[in-house]
């Protein structure tokens, strides 16, 4: 029977060579999950002994990473926003960058619920995640503000045109206590949603169909109604766009994450739109311009102006 120290090691120098460029990370996280400990202790044990089921475990995983599946499917866990999300081939896995999307919700959700006194009887503020895949954004957003106790004062839909998708995204809102509190719904952007909303969120595809096949191996195992965004990439987007001036209240607000490169073709999207919009792009932690901002103006606004 072989230690820790030794299934790291061979299988560091496999996934190496089979062309991860993670490699050691990769081990670290299968072999932990394999013997069901925390990646840490991995680390910390190489003398542990690993008993013949869990190296068997294992050594199925080393050989499905070998072919490029990602470790969060091999897992079938990816931790998002302090939460752990299961995921497999229904829905994308969620990525680090799409966070700053759900802080930037929850910044917005508090900001409209504290910046005015909200007498008794007031509406909830009505959010939809559309292209919510594994659940990750609406998911993360509500047990957020079910922390800050505003989760009874806003309504939570979210929408994909994958059913498994939605079938996945059902199973992690039971597995965070938020069922009650988010609404899924099969829909073609937000064809099949009851509008207005207050603050749409979006991350939809946004990558051209050209660089699909360019993508690192990994991503194949993702359905790629979750990739691709058509020939420039913004395909779904541009008709998310065109959907707000139907679908937002009154001063209501878009979230869409974006490709870095996509800032100005969005803003230009935005600016086509008829009435009075503003579109800001914020950078991500890298400085990278990945979140756009779409606002739509009041009617006191605007007759204010006038
Ligand atoms: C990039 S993935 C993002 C998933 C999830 N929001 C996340 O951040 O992890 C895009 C999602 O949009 C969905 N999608 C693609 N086209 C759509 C459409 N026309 N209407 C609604 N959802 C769509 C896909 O099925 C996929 O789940």
New binding site residues.
Partial sequence: MATIGELLMNGTARLRASGSESARLDTELLLGWAIGAERTAVIAHPEWIAGVGAAMVYEDALVRREAGEPVAYIRGLKEFHGLAFSVDNR??I??PE?ELLVSEAEREVARRLTSAPRPAGTPPLRIV??????G??AIALAALLRKRRMLLEVTILA????AE?LSLARENAVAHAVADAVTFAE???LSAAEAPFDLVLA???YISSGEIEGLPVAASFE?R???DGGPDGLA?IR?LLKALPGALADGGAAQLEIGFDQGPAVQAAVASLPGEWTCRIQPDLSGRPRLAHVERATIAGRSGAS
């Fill in positions: 829905a994308l969620p990525r799409t995640d559309v292209g919510t895949g594994s990750a954004v929408v994909d045109r994958s998708a829909s073609d952007i991350n939809l595809p359905p109604l979750a990739l779904i008709r």
